[in-house]
C-alpha cells in the first residue's frame, strides 16, 4: 500500500504564507505541514505575538489580509489608535481582531502549553486542517547588527523599514534550542520538502539554526525544493538582497542554491532569470542543484496555485530518482 502523502514545507512569513495557500489548493491540506520561523517572535504590549505562525495560519484560515501579507483580512485599528493616545509605542501595529489570537496565544502559554500546543489548538479553532509547528518552542531571537547598532528583528524590519545597511545576522538562543516536537518526523516522514520562497537569511535561516534540523534535510528520504524569492538579483518584497549579501550570499537564484546546497535538489526560480543561467554555469554555478525555471511572481490566487503545482512537479524526476537510487548514474 502506497503510504500516506506528507508534504513538509519550511516557512517564514509574507512570500510563505502566499505559497502555503496554493500548495493547500492544489493537495489535500491535512497532508502539508508547515515548520515555521520563530526568531521575529515579539512581546508586545505584554503579548506573545508571532508574526510568521501568524501569517501560516490565516493563510490556511482564508483570513490573511492580502493587502498587507500580514494580519487580519479587513481588519481595523482602533485599539492600536487608543493604545497611541494612552503612550503605548505603535510602531509594530495590532489589528482589532488579529489582537484576540495574540490573547489566545498568551493565555495559552500562561495556562503551561508549549507554542507548539497553543498552535495546533489555535489553528484547529480556525478549522485549519494542516499541522502548522513552530521550529522550537523555546525562545530564539533573530537579531540583525547593523551600523546603527544591533536590533531584533522587528526593529529593524518594522521600526527602521530596513534601512540601516545590514552587517550580520545571528540567532539568539538557537545553539540551545531544540526541533519543536514533529518537526524532525515530519522532515523523516515526508514524501517531498519544500523550502517555501521565503528570506533565505532570517526566514528560513532561523529555522536552519536549530540543532538538528540541517542534518535532518541532509539526511531526508524525501527530496528538497526550494522556491528563490529573489528575481532579477533583488527580492520578491522586503531586505533579502541586503541580507543574503551581508551573509556572504549573492543576491540572486544562485545564491539562494548555495545557501540551501548541502540538502537541496532542485531550485525554483523565476523564469525571467533564465537568462543568467549560462552565465551562472560558466561561472562555475557547481552546487549540484538543479534549476528548474517558471513564474514565481503570485500576484493572484491562480498564481498561487500554479507556483506549487510548479514545485511539486520539478521533483517528480528527483521522486522517482529517490525511488530507484540504484538506476542514478553517480
Ligand atoms: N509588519 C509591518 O510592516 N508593520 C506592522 O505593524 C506589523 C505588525 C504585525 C502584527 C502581527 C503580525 O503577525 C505581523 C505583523 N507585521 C507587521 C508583519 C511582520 O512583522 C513581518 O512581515 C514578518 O515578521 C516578516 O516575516
Request: charged share 15%; with cysteine.
Amino acid at each position: 500500500m502506497l503510504p500516506e502523502l506528507m508534504i513538509t514545507v519550511l516557512s517564514g512569513g509574507t512570500g510563505g504564507a502566499k505559497f502555503v495557500q496554493g500548495l493547500s489548493r492544489v493537495v489535500p491540506a491535512e497532508d502539508i505541514t508547515v515548520i515555521v520561523n520563530t526568531g521575529d517572535d515579539l512581546e508586545w504590549w505584554g503579548l506573545h505575538v508571532s508574526p510568521d505562525l501568524d501569517s501560516i495560519s490565516y493563510a490556511l484560515a482564508g483570513q490573511l489580509s492580502r493587502e498587507r501579507g500580514w494580519g487580519v483580512e479587513g481588519d481595523s485599528f482602533h485599539c492600536a489608535e487608543a493604545a497611541a493616545r494612552l503612550g503605548l509605542p505603535t510602531w509594530f501595529r495590532l489589528g482589532d481582531r488579529d489582537l484576540a489570537l495574540h490573547l489566545a496565544r498568551t493565555q495559552l502559554l500562561g495556562s503551561g502549553r508549549s507554542l507548539g500546543e497553543a498552535t495546533a489548538e489555535i489553528v484547529a479553532r480556525f478549522g485549519v486542517r494542516s499541522s502548522v509547528l513552530p521550529m522550537t518552542n523555546q525562545r530564539v531571537e533573530t537579531r540583525v547588527s547593523t551600523a546603527a547598532g544591533e536590533l531584533n528583528f522587528q526593529e529593524y524590519f518594522v521600526r527602521e523599514h530596513y534601512a540601516p545597511t545590514p552587517l550580520g545576522v545571528c540567532f539568539a538562543g538557537a545553539e540551545q534550542a531544540s526541533p519543536a516536537p514533529g518537526v524532525l518526523e515530519a522532515l523523516a516522514a515526508a514524501q517531498a520538502i519544500l523550502i517555501a520562497p521565503s528570506n533565505p537569511i532570517t526566514s528560513i535561516g532561523p529555522i536552519l539554526a536549530i540543532p538538528g534540523i540541517r542534518h535532518a534535510l541532509r539526511a531526508a528520504p524525501a527530496p528538497i525544493a526550494a522556491v528563490s524569492p529573489m528575481v532579477g538579483g533583488a527580492a520578491v518584497s522586503g531586505p533579502a538582497a541586503a541580507l543574503m549579501r551581508a551573509a556572504g550570499f549573492a543576491p540572486s537564484y544562485s545564491g539562494v542554491a548555495s545557501a540551501y546546497s548541502d540538502f537541496l535538489d532542485v531550485l525554483i526560480a523565476d523564469y525571467r532569470d533564465a537568462k543568467w543561467h549560462d552565465q551562472n554555469a560558466a561561472l562555475g554555478f557547481s552546487t549540484g542543484v538543479r534549476v528548474h525555471f517558471c513564474d514565481t511572481i503570485m500576484t493572484s490566487e491562480p498564481s498561487k496555485d500554479e507556483l506549487a503545482r510548479a514545485a511539486l512537479s520539478s521533483l517528480g524526476g528527483a521522486l522517482d530518482k529517490f525511488c530507484s537510487r540504484e538506476a542514478v548514474s553517480p
